[in-house]
């Protein structure tokens, strides 16, 4: 059976720990009509455009 030669540090197990728990941050796209930043495979808020087409008018939300 595979014993440690030594102890780990509490800086090393937790350095390991940490590593996980830091924030992913969100990738954003620029929507190709208006320019606007956008979430991936979301339809823009902006212009209403989705993949070149346009899902709905700005004007029904408002």
Not at 17 to 33: Q, V, W, Y
Not at 35 to 56: A, D, E, M, S, T
């Amino acid at each position: 059976m595979a014993v440690p030669k030594s102890k780990t540090s509490k800086a090393k197990s937790r350095g390991r720990r940490a590593i996980n728990m830091r924030f992913k941050t969100k990738t954003l796209i620029e929507c190709p009509s208006c320019g606007n930043k956008v979430l991936l495979h979301r339809v823009c808020p902006k212009c209403g455009f989705y993949r070149g087409r346009q899902i709905f008018k700005p004007e029904e939300i408002a």
